[in-house]
């Protein structure tokens, strides 16, 4: 038995990075997947192979997670086509950042939008379905550095913060109704998010962590696919860090 065979999930910002590999780990465990991303058939090649090789269903459902009329629509269409939604995986973020007294509001803005008021919205229409079936798994996107602080990542820090204790919050409000909600934290994984800080800083980055090297996207992905599966039936409300012990 494959670890999430027929469960019904939704991985948002799936097109490359740590969301590309969940959609892949999770087709590989026999999951029905719903592989969000923006551009318009971007993943349509890919999911199309991905559901030939693990025999199963790998749906491109393209919207902006900000945009929250679009994300409706995605969610109602999978309540058409399924009937149910088991996971929700809130993987779609960004990283943009300044020095204090350089970040404008419209920064924050673009940040917030993305990482914390998409998440909050996406956990509320997911969880109104999985209410109904009275079970669910909800896991959000935080960051070691939303749990610690890292200088010169105000507004990404306090976003990825917000997204911790949104998860704790949620996981309290929801586990009378089945749901479980956990996020994980990762420490450096090499994606375009973290090759964006620069070569300098990137090696400088190596000495704090105590494995002496960075996370790949699929490491995190098999957190992901545990506090998916029925494995962590009695796991929520925490915060799991993916950092191979990294001090900020
Ligand atoms: N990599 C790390 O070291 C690290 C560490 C801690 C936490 N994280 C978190 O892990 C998650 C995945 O990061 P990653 O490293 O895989 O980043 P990435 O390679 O930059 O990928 C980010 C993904 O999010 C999507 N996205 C961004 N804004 C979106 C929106 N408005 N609507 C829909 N999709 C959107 C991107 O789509 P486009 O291609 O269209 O931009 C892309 O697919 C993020 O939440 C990030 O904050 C990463």
């Given at each position: ?228 599966s029925d494995q962590s039936r009695y796991i929520t409300g925490q915060i799991i860090g993916v950092d191979g012990m990294t001090i900020?």
């Amino acid at each position: 038995m494959k670890l999430l065979e027929n469960k019904v999930c939704l991985v948002t910002g799936s097109n490359r990075g740590i969301g590309a590999s969940i959609v892949k780990s999770f087709a590989e465990e026999g999951a029905v997947v719903y592989a969000n991303a923006r551009a318009e058939g971007c993943i349509d090649e890919v999911c199309e192979k991905l559901s030939k090789d693990n025999n199963t269903q790998v749906i491109p459902i393209y919207f902006d997670v900000t945009d929250e009329s679009a994300a409706k629509t995605a969610i109602m269409q999978i309540k058409k086509e399924q009937g149910r939604l088991d996971v929700l995986v809130n993987n779609a973020g960004i990283m943009k950042d300044s020095l204090i007294g350089m970040i404008g509001k419209e920064l924050m803005k673009e940040v917030f939008d993305v990482n914390v008021f998409a998440a909050m919205s996406m956990l509320q229409l997911a969880s109104k379905l999985m209410k109904r079936q009275k079970s669910g798994s909800i896991i959000n996107f935080s960051s070691i550095v939303g749990v610690n602080g890292s200088a010169g990542s105000l507004v990404y820090s306090a976003s990825k913060g917000a997204v911790a204790t949104l998860t704790k919050s949620a996981a309290k409000e929801l586990a009378g109704d089945g749901i479980r909600v956990n996020a994980v934290a990762p420490g450096m994984i090499e994606t375009d998010l973290f090759k964006s800080i620069g070569p300098e800083k990137i090696e400088e980055n190596r000495d704090k962590i105590f494995m002496k090297r960075f996370g790949t996207p699929e490491e995190v992905a098999d957190v992901v696919v545990f506090l998916a599966s029925d494995q962590s039936r009695y796991i929520t409300g925490q915060i799991i860090g993916v950092d191979g012990m990294t001090i900020m």
